[in-house]
């Protein structure tokens, strides 16, 4: 079965710093990976996809960058956080071909101060 | 630009009502999902329809699909307090999916 690993799970930045979230995937190959970011009790905004190594694909600009350096590995940063950064971040599979759905990971919380 | 757009955005009811959540978009979408998610943790899938008109049922909940494929509904009979959390749908493009705004229910014991 397929398994989505995040981490690290909650996070506590100061404005200006790094970040680097990691998302691994077992179970299943050459899946379509996908970065969300929630507000607190709201929906989704997909902030990047990939298809495959090397392939991604932004759907918002911002100060946020994506990369996908293995199969199974997505990977969410930025060189300079802002206030705004702060939120649940969530990374997510696609079901497999033709069965238009996504599984989530746990997510990481992520606060900037 | 949000593509789908979720009624009511919060709803408290009693324990044994019923009750039901609305999905709706100027687009079409080729599949629609409907998440359930608790605080602090990820979605988890409850259902796919891809088939306008399509109705499905999983125990005491009923998802339709609009015959257009624009919109979704999701009724729940007899409502627990196990059924609280933030409700999400979210309409597939291809590979692409976006999320509507989300009903946060509350179950009253």
């Known amino acids: 079965s397929q398994t989505i690993h995040q981490w690290p799970a909650t996070l506590v930045q100061p404005v200006g710093s790094p970040l680097s979230l990691e998302c691994t995937v077992e179970g299943t190959s050459n899946p379509n990976l996908y970065w969300y970011r929630q507000a607190a009790g709201r929906g989704l905004q997909l902030l990047f996809y990939?298809?495959?190594?090397?392939?991604i694909s932004s759907e918002v600009p911002q100060n946020l960058s994506a990369s996908r350096p293995q199969d199974r590995q997505f990977i969410l940063s930025s060189k300079k956080l802002l206030l705004s950064d702060s939120g649940f971040y969530l990374c997510?599979?696609?079901?497999?071909?033709?069965?238009?759905?996504?599984?989530f990971g746990p997510g990481t919380r992520l606060l900037v101060l | 630009t949000q593509l789908l757009e979720q009624s009511p955005q919060f709803l408290s009811i009693q324990e044994g009502e019923n009750l039901t959540v609305y999905c709706n978009s100027s687009?079409?979408?080729?599949?629609l999902q409907w998440y359930r998610q608790e605080p602090g943790e990820g979605p988890v899938l409850l259902v796919t329809?891809?088939?306008?008109?399509e109705v499905k049922k999983l125990k005491r909940l009923t998802f339709q699909f609009g015959d257009a494929r624009k919109d979704s509904s999701l009724h729940i009979t007899a409502a627990q307090p196990g059924d609280t959390g933030l409700y999400l749908c979210a309409g597939g493009f291809g590979n692409q999916f976006y999320f509507g705004t989300g009903t946060s229910l509350t179950v009253i014991p």
């Open positions: 990939s298809v495959g190594i090397g392939q």
């Open positions: 329809v891809v088939t306008g008109g």
């Open positions: 997510a599979l696609e079901g497999g071909v033709g069965q238009e759905t996504q599984y």
């Open positions: 687009s079409v979408f080729s599949s």
